[in-house]
Protein backbone atom coordinates (compact mmCIF):
# COMPACT_ATOMS: atom_id res chain seq x y z
CA UNK A 1 0.00 0.00 0.00
CA UNK A 2 1.32 3.03 -0.84
CA UNK A 3 0.33 6.76 0.68
CA UNK A 4 0.79 10.01 -0.82
CA UNK A 5 0.39 13.10 0.75
CA UNK A 6 -0.33 16.82 -0.36
CA UNK A 7 -1.01 20.21 0.07
CA UNK A 8 1.33 21.41 2.65
CA UNK A 9 3.32 24.76 1.92
CA UNK A 10 3.79 28.20 3.49
CA UNK A 11 1.16 30.27 5.38
CA UNK A 12 0.77 33.19 7.10
CA UNK A 13 -0.93 33.16 10.73
CA UNK A 14 -4.32 32.89 10.23
CA UNK A 15 -4.49 31.26 7.06
CA UNK A 16 -5.52 28.22 5.73
CA UNK A 17 -3.96 24.87 4.23
CA UNK A 18 -5.59 21.75 2.85
CA UNK A 19 -3.87 18.22 3.05
CA UNK A 20 -5.03 15.41 1.25
CA UNK A 21 -3.64 11.91 1.07
CA UNK A 22 -4.53 8.97 -1.09
CA UNK A 23 -4.27 5.37 -0.79
CA UNK A 24 -3.56 3.34 -3.19
CA UNK A 25 -2.20 -0.63 -3.95
CA UNK A 26 -4.30 -3.82 -3.25
CA UNK A 27 -6.95 -2.40 -0.44
CA UNK A 28 -9.96 -4.30 0.46
CA UNK A 29 -11.26 -2.36 3.16
CA UNK A 30 -9.19 0.89 4.98
CA UNK A 31 -10.22 1.15 8.74
CA UNK A 32 -8.60 4.48 10.51
CA UNK A 33 -6.84 6.88 8.80
CA UNK A 34 -5.26 9.83 10.59
CA UNK A 35 -2.99 12.83 10.18
CA UNK A 36 -0.14 12.94 12.80
CA UNK A 37 2.47 15.73 12.69
CA UNK A 38 6.10 15.78 14.26
CA UNK A 39 7.46 19.56 14.49
CA UNK A 40 11.89 19.87 14.81
CA UNK A 41 13.31 18.25 18.17
CA UNK A 42 9.91 16.64 19.04
CA UNK A 43 8.37 13.81 18.69
CA UNK A 44 5.60 12.39 16.15
CA UNK A 45 1.82 13.23 17.88
CA UNK A 46 -1.93 12.81 16.60
CA UNK A 47 -3.33 15.22 14.99
CA UNK A 48 -7.03 14.02 14.12
CA UNK A 49 -8.02 10.16 13.46
CA UNK A 50 -10.90 8.99 11.46
CA UNK A 51 -12.43 5.64 11.77
CA UNK A 52 -14.28 3.65 8.69
CA UNK A 53 -17.67 4.40 10.55
CA UNK A 54 -16.79 8.42 11.08
CA UNK A 55 -15.71 8.20 14.73
CA UNK A 56 -13.20 11.02 14.99
CA UNK A 57 -10.31 12.61 17.17
CA UNK A 58 -8.81 15.74 17.56
CA UNK A 59 -5.74 16.65 19.49
CA UNK A 60 -6.43 19.54 21.85
CA UNK A 61 -4.01 21.82 20.26
CA UNK A 62 -6.44 21.60 16.87
CA UNK A 63 -10.16 21.30 18.36
CA UNK A 64 -11.94 24.03 16.46
CA UNK A 65 -9.36 24.93 13.83
CA UNK A 66 -8.58 21.45 12.00
CA UNK A 67 -10.99 18.87 10.62
CA UNK A 68 -10.65 15.79 9.17
CA UNK A 69 -12.70 13.71 6.67
CA UNK A 70 -12.22 11.00 4.29
CA UNK A 71 -13.16 9.84 0.89
CA UNK A 72 -14.52 5.89 1.44
CA UNK A 73 -14.80 5.33 -2.16
CA UNK A 74 -11.48 7.23 -3.26
CA UNK A 75 -9.55 6.09 -0.39
CA UNK A 76 -8.39 9.20 0.25
CA UNK A 77 -8.33 11.29 3.72
CA UNK A 78 -8.34 15.02 4.20
CA UNK A 79 -6.99 17.27 6.77
CA UNK A 80 -8.30 20.79 6.85
CA UNK A 81 -6.92 23.40 8.51
CA UNK A 82 -7.59 26.72 9.91
CA UNK A 83 -7.16 29.40 12.04
CA UNK A 84 -3.15 28.14 11.50
CA UNK A 85 -0.61 29.09 14.21
CA UNK A 86 3.00 29.29 14.55
CA UNK A 87 3.07 26.41 16.24
CA UNK A 88 1.56 24.15 13.76
CA UNK A 89 4.54 24.10 12.16
CA UNK A 90 5.69 20.60 11.43
CA UNK A 91 5.62 17.75 9.19
CA UNK A 92 2.60 16.12 8.77
CA UNK A 93 2.21 12.38 7.97
CA UNK A 94 -0.86 10.34 7.04
CA UNK A 95 -1.60 7.42 8.37
CA UNK A 96 -3.97 4.32 7.45
CA UNK A 97 -4.88 1.17 8.71
CA UNK A 98 -6.90 -1.59 6.90
CA UNK A 99 -7.14 -4.84 5.44
CA UNK A 100 -5.11 -6.32 2.40
CA UNK A 101 -6.95 -7.93 -0.44
CA UNK A 102 -5.50 -10.90 0.84
CA UNK A 103 -7.00 -10.55 4.20
CA UNK A 104 -4.04 -9.45 5.86
CA UNK A 105 -3.79 -6.21 8.36
CA UNK A 106 -2.18 -3.34 7.05
CA UNK A 107 -0.32 -0.20 8.22
CA UNK A 108 1.23 2.59 6.13
CA UNK A 109 2.55 5.96 6.50
CA UNK A 110 2.51 8.78 3.58
CA UNK A 111 6.06 9.92 3.01
CA UNK A 112 5.16 13.50 4.68
CA UNK A 113 4.03 16.95 3.85
CA UNK A 114 5.98 20.38 5.46
CA UNK A 115 3.57 22.87 6.78
CA UNK A 116 5.47 26.24 7.50
CA UNK A 117 3.23 28.72 9.48
CA UNK A 118 5.39 31.97 9.59
CA UNK A 119 4.79 35.89 8.66
Known amino acids: VQLQASGGGLVQPGGSLRLSCAAS????????TGWYRQAPGKQRELVAI???????NYADSVKGRFTISRDNAKNRVYLQMNSLKPEDTAVYYC??????????????WGQGTLVTVSS
Open 50 to 56: ITRGGSI
Open 25 to 32: GSIFSINA
Open 95 to 108: NVNGILLSRWPFGS
